[in-house]
């Protein structure tokens, strides 16, 4: 039985999927038990620490197994809210070994985004740091915990608060279970249930929770793994949000699980502390949002290391212009840059190592599988002309059939035939790759990181000071885009610390504020009197030009 909440595949395009072996019918869990039995003396993790891939399993074996008696299983929720320490990993495994669903929160997240997550999966369990950042933990833990109808256990990575129900990651990773291994062989474990909540970027008020199964996930990160010349000596450097899609299964660390190769853990994308421990750890590999590089590229850290081991350069997330790919492999002499246009909804799209420079440079790639079925489509629904820009829809055997739980969100995201309707605009280049051109969805795309307008505008009309409110995104030379509120005001206008404040106070994740606010008298409508974002996000744009020229 399909999980309630969860749209299945439909039995012909699953009977496909099998037919091809494309899915294998294992659990993710099965699946990466296998690479770690099979890669046990190699090196799985380089940095922090060093564990072997037997250590890993070890720990993460024990963990589950510490899981089970605490009483998760099978389809239990676990909202994971780690940094990037190794406790991520073996959690990650643990959770996979016994058929807990873990949903990857952002670090950055607040109040508003982990009480909504815990509440509406029904999550049994919450993982934090014991520390990491300014921010406490450990005292948000507790609030959360509180409010929630649902929780019982939190898991800290690092020492634990000796608060009921409170445990510490590391100690039930080395403690003895009560459980054999017998334990997690007995467990029934449905492949086609989710193995992993991922989180859109969205472009609704609340955000939305994406279900990948065991079958789509595996074969997700093998496939992509096939085009990124992975080798076993290899070190991927993962210095973005581990949970994400990206660096979790595109290839990351997925993938280079399955090759026997290693992972190295920065808890910050800062060149500062990431060049050493590229140095050091000789990694050959880099996932990055085109912000990051931007921002090394520009740091002075970068010459003062040997960066001499990378090879392959994935950027994804947000466009890549050709000048800073060019820069990029300037800067990373032996690199190639490869683009990713991926989205944690499934579908992926590389360019690959041995296209022409220009196709590197000038497109987002082609989609990985035979099976993605890709469509560019105009307003009425119907395919553009080849070489015309229209709105990519695409479904495939790892792209979702539905959001968790939302029909009436599914009804506009999906066509009749299932096809995700991504929002994002595309073009075909004679080559067979894609050109992204831009978005017909409603979101400003910082550093890579997605930010609904929607929700962000829901909050701020609560604002005393605020009438009506239109978040739209403006240029930003390192980040790409940032949001300003144009604010309708009632009374008095607000100024931008008020905005800020009331969203702070909301415990909306400080990525989402908005960086400007524009006071106007009216937002200007369109004949069927829909806000006409594309005018205010041009009239920000012309604005930020003349104060730049004022100032040169
Ligand atoms: P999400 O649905 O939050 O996982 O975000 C996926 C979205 O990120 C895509 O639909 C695109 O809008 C955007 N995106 C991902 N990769 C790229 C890329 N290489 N170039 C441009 N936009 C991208
Ligand atoms: O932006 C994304 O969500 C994304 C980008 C590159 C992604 O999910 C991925 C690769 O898997």
Redesign the pocket.
Known sequence: MAMEGVTPFPQEFAARYRQLGYWRDETLGNVIGGWMREHAERVAIRHPVEWTYGELDARAGRLARNLLALGLGPRSRVVVHLPNVPEFLELYLALQYIGAIPLMALPAHREHEIGHYVEFVEAEAYAVPASFGRFDFLEFARGIRSNSTCLRHVLVAGPAPADEGFVSIGDLAEQDPAFGPEALEALEIDPDDPCVF?LS?GTTGIPKVIPRTHNDYAFNSHLIGSVNDIRPDDVLLVAAPIG???PL??P?VQAFFEFGASVALSTTPRAAEVMPIIERCRVTHL?V?PAMIIGWLNDEHLADHDLSSVRVI?S???KYQRETKIRTEEAFANAKVQE??????GL?MISRLDDPADVRYETAGRPICPEDEVQLVGEDGGPVEPGEVGELICRGPYTLRGYYKVPEVNARSFTADGFYMSGDLLRLHPSGNYIVEGRRKDLVNRG?E?ISAEEVEDLLLSHPAVKMVACVPMPDPVLGERMCAFVVPRGAPPALADLTGLLAERGLARFKHPERVEVVDELPLSPFGKVQKNVLAKRVADLLEVESLSRA
């Open positions: 991922q970027g994400h899609n990206f299964a595109s990351g996932e949002v994935n994804g997330g947000q990713v246009f991926g989205m944690a909804e992926l890579g997605k």
